[in-house]
């Protein structure tokens, strides 16, 4: 039975760690054992995150957590992850078609705004993006693996987080916003 559970942690870690593995949702019980600190300290849930005051691709400026007028949804990518390939352009046509009574903001890790700008004119994707070149904003909520969702309220408090991707996930999201 101990070799079954060994494996088990260990092929679910290797899921984990892929950019195209399951999604897994992340609570404190569902952390595999035997992982190395750098590993957990990237799967380690966070309960809230400060005030973090961004400016997307066109320059409108918005806040995430305390001070923000609504509820976000952090859509952390890069846009060679595969994962990220397949959760932008459905989360997209879920959110990005009209005005929401939430936010949501695709937060572009290790991009520069050339590069995003680019991409988004490829893609033609319609949601707020925001360049975050050296990752100081991304490495606020995890310090790597993508994409990463959290949704945080108007005080800050994280209310939802998943790491990697299902279609079933859009309606995990709607759950926890307005």
């Not at 060994?6 to 569902?30: A, D, G, H, W």
């Not at 988004?120 to 606020?140: E, G, M, N, Y």
């Not at 693996?145 to 299902?166: C, E, K, M, S």
């Amino acid at each position: 039975m101990r070799i079954v559970s060994t494996c088990f942690s260990l092929f679910l870690l290797c899921c984990i760690l892929s950019c195209s593995r399951p999604t897994v949702s992340l609570s404190k019980k569902n952390i595999p054992a035997g992982i190395t600190p750098k590993e957990l300290a990237s799967l380690q849930p966070i309960d809230s995150v400060p005030s973090i005051e961004v400016s997307s691709l066109n320059g409108q400026r918005w806040v995430i957590g305390k001070g923000s007028q609504k509820k976000t949804l952090v859509i952390l990518f890069t846009t060679w992850c595969g994962t990220c390939k397949e959760a932008l352009p459905a989360l997209d046509a879920e959110f990005g078609k009209t005005a929401q009574p939430f936010q949501v903001l695709a937060i572009g890790r290790h991009h520069t705004e050339q590069a995003l700008l680019q991409w988004q004119a490829q893609t033609q994707f319609r949601l707020p993006v925001i360049a975050d070149s050296s990752a100081a904003v991304s490495s606020l909520f995890a310090p790597d693996l993508v994409p990463r969702f959290y949704i945080i309220d108007t005080t800050g408090n994280v209310l939802y987080q998943d790491i990697g991707w299902g279609n079933y996930m859009i309606e995990d999201f709607k759950k926890h916003l307005p």
